[in-house]
């Protein structure tokens, strides 16, 4: 994909870059993260009873990885629309959707901020009847927007699939390794300094209540990866595209940068130890 995005040393971003950017690197690295927790991803659809025929809403799509297993599910009586603020993103989830033939998934470039404006100039209509939001609310300065805006799209009796972290600065090599905490500790400080939340999850219950929603699910994703594991591949990815940017911010000093790398490359050698991801949360909520 040719991607006019700038590159990963622009710590303040550019307007359509979250915090972790839209270049080559993030692109291929949501590809690998959606290969290691689309079984999560598709566990939570089928509780959340996702059949053939639905519309479903993909707030803060990406280049489309779950939108087009979700193609897959609702087939062509169905549709799937994502939105998202990264035009590159954007471009990519409509053309894989072509490549594909599945014109029933279409992206909508725009705010999920401002998610009622985005579907009206996008053309595409309320009520959908299932929404899904994948670690994005823990990078939106405004998440009761979202949620308020998301209230209005779903239909009543209509799901809303949420998977977000909660105490992601729990973060840890075993056994524990000073450079690494101090990083994992200045990833979650970075991204609060452009507006997010790490432990957005442990705010969502409340605001869905008081937007409309039932929260009939919420439970706990906690894996570890081993070195040699496919998983020992997620944060292995993430780094190259992370550190960069936390030193261009002022974050960590590049020394930082290079004890973390040091000790990332020791625990890499060492089939004894072991690293505790941030825990997802799986959270379904129901229109009331
Ligand atoms: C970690 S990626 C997750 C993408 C996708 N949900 C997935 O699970 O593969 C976060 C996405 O949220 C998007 N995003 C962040 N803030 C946004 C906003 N305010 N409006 C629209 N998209 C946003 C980013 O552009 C990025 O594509």
Redesign the pocket.
């Known amino acids: 994909m040719s991607d006019p995005t700038p590159p990963p040393s622009s710590p303040a971003g550019l307007p359509g870059e ?1 915090v ?1 950017g ?1 270049d080559q690197t993030e692109l291929v690295r ?1 590809g690998i ?2 290969r290691l927790w689309g079984d999560a991803a598709h566990a939570l659809w089928r509780r959340a009873n996702l059949v053939p025929g639905e519309r479903v809403l ?1 707030i ?3 280049p489309g ?2 939108a087009r297993d979700l193609a897959m599910i609702v087939g062509d009586r169905g549709r799937v629309v994502g ?4 035009e590159a ?1 954007v471009r990519e989830y409509n053309r894989r959707s072509a490549e594909v033939l599945m014109p029933w998934a279409v992206a909508l470039h ?4 401002a998610l009622d404006a985005v579907l009206e100039a996008g053309g595409e209509s309320a009520p959908f009847d299932l929404a899904y ?4 609310m823990c ?2 300065p405004d998440p009761e927007a979202v949620v308020q805006a998301a209230a209005r799209a779903i239909r009543p009796g209509g799901r809303w699939c949420i998977q977000d972290y909660f105490a992601y600065s729990t973060m840890t090599l075993a056994p524990k390794d000073e450079a690494f905490t101090a990083v994992v500790q200045q990833i979650d400080r970075s991204w609060r300094d452009r507006g997010g939340d790490p432990d957005i999850v442990g705010r969502l219950p409340a605001m869905l209540e008081r937007a409309g929603f039932r929260v009939t699910h919420l439970d706990i994703e906690h894996r570890i990866a081993r070195p040699g594991d496919f998983m020992w591949t997620w944060p292995g990815v993430f780094w190259p595209s992370v550190l960069p940017r936390l030193v261009a911010s002022g974050h960590i000093t590049p020394e930082m940068r290079s004890a973390f790398e040091s000790a990332w490359a020791r625990a890499s050698a060492d089939p004894t130890r072991f690293c505790l991801l941030p825990p997802v949360f799986d959270l379904i909520a129901e229109r009331v």
């Open positions: 979250y972790l839209t949501l993260q959606h993909d803060g799509c990406g990885y779950a939105i998202d603020e990264s993103f725009g705010d999920v901020q939001t994948r670690w994005v990078f939106v």
